[in-house]
T-cell receptor, first 112, second 114 residues
Framework: GAVVSQHPSRVICKSGTSVKIECRSL??????MFWYRQFPKQSLMLMAT?????????EQGVEKDKFLINHASLTLSTLTVTSAHPEDSSFYIC????????FGSGTRLTVV | TQLLEQSPQFLSIQEGENLTVYCNSS?????LQWYRQEPGEGPVLLVT?????EVKKLKRLTFQFGDARKDSSLHITAAQPGDTGLYLC??????????????FGTGTRLQVTL
């Protein structure tokens, strides 16, 4: 599988600010990446599919204006949580699909 | 919407015991994967099963894909504290070589104590 790096691992931000999370595919040119959200003691829920050079595909119920995804290169996808609120606090994980699926180590977002 | 229900949701056992985790769906998947996730980390792939009826073994872990490719099971023999974690099944539609999105199961939290 691919080697995936996610940054930052933890971030605390004030309510109303925006936070950017990066997902890098270190050894594979990924035309597609996936973003998931995981609430405490729950499973992973797919938020969106990030497509290089085109718009992301969002799952039903996910606000595309709140969760901005940019996949400007074959090795980098970013998720920006805009105007964050405490209910956006969660564990965000990206993944790359290549000979299976490899996941980043996740980003713990806490909005205070 | 494809749903994957896992059972049990939580399992607490002692070292040396055996256990089975089930993953069931009404949908057919081209492949099914099992992951283990530690707190604060991303899921780590354990196995991918593709063929209906397929059985794969990974040391003390045995994975089976249902004949109809709608369900799967994970059996752990002689559990150890290091097996503690969140076990997730995930189904894919489409070939794993392409970037098909995964649907994750509800998760089974396993705790193995000494």
């Amino acid at each position: 599988g691919a080697v995936v790096s996610q940054h930052p691992s933890r971030v605390i931000c004030k309510s109303g600010t925006s936070v950017k999370i990066e997902c890098r595919s270190l050894d594979f040119q990924a035309t597609t990446m996936f973003w998931y959200r995981q609430f405490p003691k729950q499973s992973l829920m797919l938020m969106a599919t990030s497509n290089e050079g085109s718009k992301a595909t969002y799952e039903q119920g996910v606000e595309k204006d709140k969760f901005l995804i940019n996949h400007a290169s074959l090795t980098l996808s970013t998720l920006t949580v805009t105007s964050a609120h405490p209910e956006d606090s969660s564990f965000y994980i990206c993944s790359v699909g290549f000979r299976g699926y490899t996941f980043g180590s996740g980003t713990r977002l806490t909005v205070v | 919407t494809q749903l994957l229900e896992q059972s049990p949701q939580f399992l607490s056992i002692q070292e040396g015991e055996n256990l089975t985790v089930y993953c069931n769906s009404s949908s057919v998947f081209s492949s099914l994967q099992w992951y283990r996730q530690e707190p604060g980390e991303g899921p780590v792939l354990l196995v991918t099963v593709v063929t209906g009826g397929e059985v794969k073994k990974l040391k003390r872990l045995t994975f089976q894909f249902g004949d109809a490719r709608k369900d799967s099971s994970l059996h752990i023999t002689a559990a150890q504290p290091g097996d503690t974690g969140l076990y997730l099944c995930a189904g894919a539609v489409g070939h794993t070589g392409t970037a098909s999105k995964l649907t994750f199961g509800t998760g089974t939290r396993l705790q193995v104590t000494l």
